[in-house]
């Protein structure tokens, strides 16, 4: 049996969750809904609004915020405004945001359903999560395309098709469009651009798309992940047998992580543990980040004047004086005026980022920060499984997620996320 046969049987096969996957794919639904309320709240979503509207003025599904749009206009926004604020969780091993592209793909393909029954709901979410997250484990090199698009998009596609009861034959169809579909450069990363959340944006409309057309009876090519002209030959080499020979073992939402901060994920192991020990310690003249080549390329770049948003969220130097200096990460503070502080920028110059001699290119973990000479071990970051965030924390990140949204016209998305997500109302 090939590993795409494989992938495509567990995606059709009937599955109970355990007690435990089910809870935290529950949990975990309500994370990204709730920091999706909040990036649809933000300066930059605002903006993507006005174009969404002029795509189409059809009822289908909801736009989180509020509102209404046709089905992949919806898929798009929501996909934006869950991951524009860095803030979605993600599959470290993987390097795949997955819950934001198979969530926001979901949620339109259960609104136009006019709702959805909540168990098959959350076994398709785990199970696109689950694809998604696996092609990331696959890779068997450094990234060149951005993985939460290019391996969202197929596990987002199939999670949709799962949910819309699509047969086994047509689901090999959804995996080749969603193959054909799939784009997204990790040079948006390079330049910090907010191309980045319109990735994963542009792979949740595209894997609605999929899944209609092949439901309008259109084909696919079958050998979208394999084939000399598939995914592992263009996109990034995979050695699928990583991730078949667990496949229905081990349910790869159970390993995800939930970011604490709004701000790239490779940033975290720094900014918790500053946090953990800020207070406690005298002034920190010397911060010296010792990390993988993965965490030096995605956010050790240079403090400017003219930083956006989008660069601030990636900007580790910058981040590490907002925690010192305000002991939390709010989006608010990506100002102009914060740029240029001076305190800031004395703080943020006393940080420096070495590469360690980690050989693995998708590697974020452990790290190490050495602070005025005194050395501390960063084995997992705050938020992942084995670091998991305490009551205390979870809450607080709430608090800023609808502080940050403002107000909404579904208080289910914060109170009762599954109903949010099944019963449209």
């Excluded at 198979?102 to 909540?118: E, F, I, K, Q, W």
């Excluded at 484990?137 to 998009?153: I, K, Q």
């Excluded at 020990?277 to 993988?292: F, L, W």
């Excluded at 050495?370 to 997992?380: F, K, L, Q, V, Y």
Aim: proline share 7%; aromatic share 6%; with cysteine.
């Amino acid at each position: 049996m090939s590993h795409t046969a494989a992938i495509l049987d567990f995606a059709v096969a009937s599955h109970t969750l355990p007690p435990q996957v089910r809870a935290d794919a529950e949990h975990l639904l309500g994370d990204t809904l709730a920091v999706g309320a909040a990036g649809a709240n933000s300066p930059e979503a605002v903006k993507l609004l006005d174009v969404v509207r002029g795509w189409g003025t059809s009822t289908e599904a909801r736009l989180l915020g509020g509102g209404t749009a046709p089905a992949p206009s919806a898929a798009f926004f929501n996909g934006f405004a869950i991951h524009c604020l860095e803030w979605d969780a993600v599959h470290e091993p993987a390097v795949v945001h997955a819950l934001s592209v198979v969530t926001s793909a979901l949620l339109v393909a259960s609104d136009r359903a006019g709702g959805s029954n909540p168990e098959e709901f959350l076994n398709a979410l785990a199970v696109g999560v689950d694809v998604a997250s696996g092609l990331g484990l696959s890779a068997t090199g450094p990234m060149r395309f951005f993985r939460p698009a290019t391996a969202g998009v197929i596990g987002a596609a199939l999670a949709v098709a799962r949910l819309n009861g699509l047969t086994r034959d047509q689901m090999a169809d959804v995996l080749g469009l969603a193959y054909s579909f799939a784009g997204g450069t990790m040079q948006a990363h390079v330049e910090a651009s907010i191309a980045l959340p319109l990735q994963i944006a542009r792979a949740a409309q595209a894997a609605v798309q999929a899944v209609g057309l092949v439901k309008a009876g259109l084909s696919g090519p079958n050998d979208g992940l394999e084939g000399s002209f598939g995914y592992s030959a263009l996109i990034e080499p995979l050695d699928l047998a990583r991730y078949t020979c667990g496949l229905g073992k081990v349910w790869r939402i159970s390993e995800v992580s939930i970011k604490p901060f709004p701000s790239g994920r490779a940033s975290h192991g720094v900014l918790g543990t500053l946090d953990a020990i800020r207070g406690s310690q005298r002034p920190m003249n010397s911060i010296i980040a010792r990390v993988p080549p993965l965490v030096a390329r995605l956010v050790n770049r240079p403090m400017t004047d003219a930083m956006t948003p989008a660069y601030a969220r990636l900007c580790l130097p910058f981040l590490t004086a907002l925690m010192l200096r305000t002991g939390r990460i709010d989006p608010r503070r990506f100002t102009p005026a914060d740029f240029a502080n001076p305190l800031v920028r004395k703080i943020a110059a006393a940080i420096t980022i070495e590469v360690d001699g980690n050989t693995d290119a998708n590697a974020l973990s452990p790290q190490r920060l050495i602070i005025n000479g005194h050395m501390i071990e960063i084995a997992h970051t705050l938020g992942s499984p084995d670091a998991p965030m305490d009551a205390a924390q979870l809450a607080a990140k709430r608090d800023l997620c609808v502080v940050l949204a403002g107000i909404v016209p579904d208080r289910r998305v914060f109170d009762d996320p599954l109903a949010y997500a099944t019963d449209p109302r």
